[in-house]
């Protein structure tokens, strides 16, 4: 007669019967065997329930906090979040703070900044024209370091905002601790396509206004030829017409994609901290070639390519956040 035994498991104790290893609380039975015969679909649909539920068992993500930095006559608006190591992640051209933090949320031992650049935002007023700059925008986010007392930190950001960040790294070194670049959209000179663009919509916005301005841009080549590509970059450039300062902030159309972060890409090789550059294909204003020269030109950069907004924008934020968290934890 076999002897079948089982002790509490409140106590931590386990099952030994018929066939039974003696390792499962409670018993998975098959006949005779154990629950280490388990079906491999069973094990993969537990393990990802249990993903699953660790995932939805996260924290929510920390709410950003809003203040306003004053310098050089300008009211600078910034939003930080969450604590540890600063990472400044600056939006692109037309957008605001918002870009950034909605497309990355920092994980713990992070500090994630970024504020609304000139002619951008809340930052306001707009301020003198020749300083509507990237140099300027690169000297802003310095003068903000300065005043939240940070010493050194991670600096980034998203087109324009990765051209801010590449000129404050070349410029101030001793200020960098690693360097994000996100779907770059500037080399070692302006990009005669996108100069083309912005022109256009910032004459039409001055002779016309936003509403009828837009109107006159979708029924132009220019974005007839955006729309046939990638229907997430037509959304983007339509989006200048769209902002309640777009008037008023037109300076940063005609001024910005005329200029460079740096002139000289002998410079990109004198950087010495990690790099991490991402890009994707199908668009007609970041091209990826972009990302791949600045990749090979950077001493160390590492490469990824996104999946394109056009193709999936949940799969463009879910890529940058993997990536920018991996690189971000890994090095700091």
Same mark, same amino acid.
């Given at each position: ?24 609380? +409670? ?17 993969? *649909? /537990? ?9 939805? /068992? ?5 709410? +950003?906090?809003?203040?306003? $930095? ?6 600078? %608006? %910034? ?7 600063? $990472? $400044? ?8 703070? *918002?870009?950034?933090?909605?497309? $990355?949320? +920092? ?70 601790l690693g360097l994000v ?28 206004g936003a509403e009828r ?37 037109v300076v940063r159309l !005609? ?33 990826? !070639? ?8 950077? +001493? ?33």
């Open positions: 007669m076999e002897r079948t035994s089982r002790t509490s498991r409140r106590a931590g104790a386990f099952w030994i019967g018929p066939g039974c290893c003696g390792f499962c609380a +409670p018993p998975v039975m098959t006949g005779r065997s154990c629950c280490r015969s388990l079906a491999e679909e069973e094990v993969k *649909t /537990s393990a990802a329930f249990l993903s699953q539920q660790l995932k939805n /068992s996260e924290a929510p993500p920390p709410a +950003p906090v809003s203040a306003v $930095f004053p310098h050089d006559g300008i009211n600078f %608006y %910034y939003q930080t979040a969450g604590r540890g190591v600063p $990472f $400044f992640f600056q939006h692109g051209l037309g957008a605001d703070v *918002t870009q950034s933090f909605g497309l $990355f949320r +920092p994980p713990g031992g992070i500090r994630l900044i970024g504020f609304d650049c000139r002619a951008h935002g809340r930052t306001h007023p707009v301020g003198p024209s020749e300083k509507v700059s990237l140099a300027s925008f690169a000297d802003d986010l310095l003068a903000l370091m300065d005043h939240l007392q940070v010493e050194k930190a991670v600096v980034g950001g998203i087109s324009m905002g990765a051209a801010v960040a590449l000129n404050f790294a070349l410029r101030h070194p001793q200020r960098v670049l996100h779907r770059p959209a500037w080399l070692d000179a302006p990009r005669r396509d996108n100069v083309v663009v912005f022109t256009a919509m910032a004459d039409l916005l001055r002779e016309h301005g837009l109107e006159l841009f979708k029924q132009s080549e220019i974005y007839q030829r955006a729309l046939a590509r990638s229907t997430a970059s037509a959304a983007s450039l339509a989006s200048q017409f769209m902002h309640p300062r777009a008037q008023e902030t !005609e001024k910005i994609p005329l200029d460079a972060p740096g002139a000289d890409r002998r410079q990109w090789r004198a950087l010495a901290v990690p790099t991490l550059v991402m890009a994707n294909d199908d668009d007609v204003i970041h091209p990826l !070639e972009y990302g791949v020269t600045l990749a090979r030109e950077i +001493p160390g950069a590492e490469f990824k390519e996104l999946t394109p907004k056009a193709v999936s924008v949940d799969l463009h934020q879910e890529e940058t956040q993997r990536f920018l968290e991996a690189f971000l934890l890994r090095h700091f």
